[in-house]
């Protein structure tokens, strides 16, 4: 079995904002795998699914970001889930908007979804798609940080928003099928 987490923010306020971006890829691979997401469990939304002949149990943490990693944790020992067949799709200030990017490991880079997952699951081997927000640019950017990812998708980027997390279910996907080095191969070099 393979655990699929999206991060995001539980909640119809957030529904759409750049931080949920990684709920919204897994709504997408939901459907591919013709699972929902039925139960409450370890502070989280979870369902069971196949994609590729492999089993996936899929999480939404309802944990708000910055304690995600709990969520993850507990399922991924509940189920007996290798750190490394655990993948976190979640929004990536520092990739321009559309860009994606499929990795093992790595460091948080002051994503705080990142840090409680590293923290929670001991280390940080676990597979990610990087899904490219871009970020504000200009005085104050930093300042504004927390703002801009708490904000929803600007009319330019909704318009392309549905392919981009097509491209990130298809990461995702691909991995489970082919395998790390192969959807890499094959994804990275596109993006």
């Given at each position: 079995?393979?655990l699929?987490c999206g991060l995001?923010?539980p909640?119809?306020?957030y529904?759409?904002?750049?931080?949920?971006?990684?709920f919204?890829?897994?709504?997408?691979?939901l459907s591919?795998?013709?699972?929902?997401?039925?139960?409450d469990?370890?502070?989280?939304r979870?369902g069971?699914g196949s994609l590729?002949?492999e089993?996936?149990l899929?999480?939404?943490?309802?944990?708000y970001?910055?304690l995600?990693?709990?969520?993850v944790?507990?399922?991924?020992r509940?189920y007996k889930?290798a750190?490394?067949?655990v993948?976190?799709?979640h929004?990536?200030?520092d990739?321009p908007?559309?860009?994606?990017?499929?990795?093992?490991?790595?460091?948080a880079?002051?994503?705080?979804?990142?840090?409680?997952?590293?923290?929670?699951?001991?280390?940080?081997?676990?597979?990610?798609?990087r899904?490219g927000?871009?970020?504000?640019e200009g005085p104050?950017?930093?300042?504004?940080?927390a703002?801009?990812v708490?904000?929803?998708f600007?009319?330019?980027?909704?318009?392309q928003?549905?392919?981009?997390?097509?491209?990130?279910?298809?990461?995702a996907?691909?991995w489970?099928?082919d395998g790390?080095a192969?959807?890499?191969n094959?994804?990275?070099?596109?993006a």
């Amino acid at each position: 079995m393979k655990l699929i987490c999206g991060l995001g923010n539980p909640g119809r306020e957030y529904e759409r904002h750049r931080h949920n971006v990684g709920f919204m890829v897994v709504d997408a691979l939901l459907s591919r795998a013709r699972a929902e997401l039925t139960q409450d469990k370890f502070q989280a939304r979870v369902g069971q699914g196949s994609l590729g002949g492999e089993r996936i149990l899929f999480v939404e943490p309802q944990t708000y970001m910055n304690l995600s990693g709990r969520s993850v944790a507990e399922a991924a020992r509940f189920y007996k889930v290798a750190v490394q067949d655990v993948l976190v799709v979640h929004d990536e200030l520092d990739l321009p908007f559309g860009r994606l990017q499929l990795k093992a490991g790595g460091g948080a880079g002051g994503h705080n979804g990142l840090k409680s997952m590293v923290q929670c699951l001991g280390e940080d081997a676990f597979i990610r798609v990087r899904v490219g927000i871009g970020k504000p640019e200009g005085p104050n950017a930093k300042e504004r940080v927390a703002g801009y990812v708490l904000s929803n998708f600007d009319d330019g980027e909704r318009r392309q928003l549905e392919e981009l997390i097509g491209k990130a279910a298809d990461m995702a996907e691909s991995w489970v099928r082919d395998g790390l080095a192969t959807a890499m191969n094959r994804h990275n070099r596109r993006a």
